[in-house]
């Protein structure tokens, strides 16, 4: 197994990551067979571990250095992502995940959905490994919460022309930052950092997070399949309008009406319709100066982290993360 190239720049953490990807696919197992393979498959297949890596980066900051939990913790906030993105799967029908079959697709949404919340147990069952601190549980239990209601929240938009950027951020707060935001959080917290670190670290995450998911839903768009791994305009398909979207709407919703009223049966040639007056209505330009600006926000909140190598390695990934093209 090999952790993705972004590591090298931090030996450090790629020290710790190359350690967790083991103890991941034994955290993960799973007596059904076939399942545990294509969850075997999923942990294996080139995912960036970003949540378990900036964990380890916002940990610098503290004096506790237990190995067990911060391990423990790791693992924790990586299955969480990984029980929701086969659920994410099920959700939007998604043939591919990091170019690897989704497991519904291979074994029906009954068994995906069990395997997710198969998942979610292996999640909670590191989290008690990482802690007895009832405060943290709470924490992990609030988290978990926000993440399954933005889902139901992402259900209720589909195909909603009306729907606001106000919508779209409350939407991809509780699908995506809420994640990043317990990452920080729980580095901080386990590793005993200082109380202003604990305060920021969330704060931080969630900026990350929000501009990281509205770049990923600009690659949507703009993407190449053979970069990002997964078909583009798969979300447009489904019913999920995002921000570059919803942006080229502000501009012009007459010339988008027709084909969105299509709903679930627009034809591939009216999704690359809808792609193109996306690109002509300003739509990624316009989703891309808000990436901009979180990106912004958050490095002006890393700044306030106390001058240390670590401060500087979350700079640096975060500006990588936040202008990569796949």
Request: proline content about 4%.
């Amino acid at each position: 197994m090999m952790v993705h190239q972004l590591w090298r720049q931090f030996p450090k953490v790629q020290r710790q990551l190359l350690l967790l990807q083991p103890y991941l696919l034994k955290a993960a197992a799973l007596p059904n067979q076939p399942i545990h393979t294509k969850i075997l498959e999923l942990l294996k297949s080139g995912g960036k571990l970003l949540r378990p890596g900036f964990f380890y980066l916002f940990s610098e900051f503290g004096d506790a250095k237990n190995t067990k939990h911060l391990r423990a913790g790791a693992a924790a906030v990586e299955l969480l992502h990984l029980a929701t993105l086969i659920h994410d799967d099920v959700i939007d029908d998604s043939p591919l995940r990091r170019g690897v079959k989704t497991i519904h697709t291979e074994y029906g949404q009954r068994n995906a959905i069990y395997a997710g919340d198969y998942l979610f147990t292996c999640y909670f069952n590191q989290v008690m490994l990482s802690t007895d601190d009832q405060a943290i549980f709470r924490e992990h239990v609030s988290s978990m919460q926000q993440i399954l209601v933005g889902e139901l929240d992402q259900m209720a938009l589909n195909f909603r022309q009306d729907a606001t950027q106000t919508d779209y951020f409350h939407e991809i707060t509780g699908k995506t930052a809420v994640l990043f935001e317990l990452a920080c959080k729980q580095g901080a917290v386990l590793a005993n950092s200082p109380e202003s670190v604990q305060k920021l670290a969330p704060q931080i995450g969630r900026k990350i997070g929000q501009a990281y998911q509205v770049l990923d839903d600009i690659l949507d768009y703009a993407g190449d399949t053979a970069k990002t791994q997964k078909p583009v305009l798969e979300d447009l398909k489904s019913g999920v309008y995002s921000l570059p979207l919803l942006m080229a709407l502000s501009h012009n919703q007459t010339v988008f009406k027709p084909l969105l009223d299509k709903r679930e049966h627009m034809s591939d040639e009216d999704v690359l319709t809808v792609r193109r007056l996306v690109l002509a209505n300003q739509g990624i330009t316009d989703a891309q100066a808000i990436s901009t600006q979180l990106t912004a926000e958050a490095q002006a909140l890393i700044a306030q982290l106390p001058a240390s190598k670590a401060r500087d390695n979350i700079a640096q990934l975060t500006n990588w993360l936040l202008t990569r093209n796949q």
